[in-house]
DNA sequence: TATTGTTATACTCTATAACTATA
DNA sequence: TATAGTTATAGAGTATAACAATA
């Protein structure tokens, strides 16, 4: 059988949980949740719908007003009515949403560079195009 | 700047997103969260006791409980007594939990192999390489 | 005394269903 | 009629604190 694809999908799997625990670490520093952080990382440079935000998520509707109201809450972000649809609402992020943004991406390079830290420039190059490969840009969510 | 780690690090991070997508999809395919999945695919072929899996998963014990009662519930494990240690529980899989974790990984293959798919065998083994590469065996919680 | 595990409590995340307002 | 968003409700995941039993 194919043995030599089965070893990718056991590295792959574990390298994404190890990833996912370091971008966990980053959100509870900062307060919030893996979602919460993935919401203020896409918002970092958008404006986007209510809508949009739950497609990209792969959530529904109603799990994204709870999210938008505790960030919203916390002053993180901020709804908008849009100006091209008087039933849609946009998201952005507050001053202080940017400023956290900044932090946690930082926060997230750092935590993430024992893993990175290893590699040589070229090995580096070399997994980024990889990875960049197998990101199938067909079959994700897409934003707008 | 480090322009190419920080490459790097954004590409990891989507293809993590990415996998654990997958990871999620295939989970809720069988009524499971993606920890459940987690404990499911740890104890296919060990069992632990419950401060091991807590301490493995990054859980607090009382988390860990309560995601055991559920599994239990369901008929996918068991809580044994330690034979060495009278305070401590052991969990393991049914044998119903064990015809579930072969099935959830044949479904995480299968659903991971659109992204693994387009890579070249000689590709395949490079960034199997390279992720492996990146586990950092320091600093990740090991198994017993 | 320290460790193992459970229970009680509270909050976040998530989905489903029902609803309002706009297109 | 269909779409955008909110609210109400319920269940799962999670942590903290208090506890019982064992080491």
Redesign the pocket.
């Known amino acids: 059988m194919d043995r030599e694809g089965y070893g990718l999908v056991d590295a792959l799997v574990q390298a994404s949980f190890t990833t996912m625990a370091v971008l966990n670490k980053a959100a509870a520093d900062h307060d919030?949740?893996l979602?919460?952080l993935r919401v203020v990382g896409i918002l970092a440079d958008r404006r986007l719908?209510?809508?949009?935000l739950?497609a990209y998520?792969?959530?529904?509707?109603?799990?994204?007003?709870?999210?938008?109201?505790?960030a919203e809450k916390r002053g993180i972000l901020t709804?908008l009515p849009?100006e091209t649809?008087?039933?849609?609402?946009?998201v952005t992020l507050t001053p202080a949403g940017r400023a956290l943004a900044d932090r946690i991406h930082a926060r997230v390079r750092a935590g993430l560079s024992p893993m990175t830290g290893g590699l040589t420039a070229a090995e580096k190059t070399r997994l980024r195009g990889l990875l960049e490969k197998i990101l199938m840009p067909n079959g994700s969510p897409r934003l707008p």
């Open positions: 919030l949740s979602t919460q719908r209510v809508s949009d739950a998520l792969g959530l529904e509707k109603s799990t994204m007003s709870g999210l938008i109201d505790r709804r849009s649809d008087g039933r849609a609402v946009d």
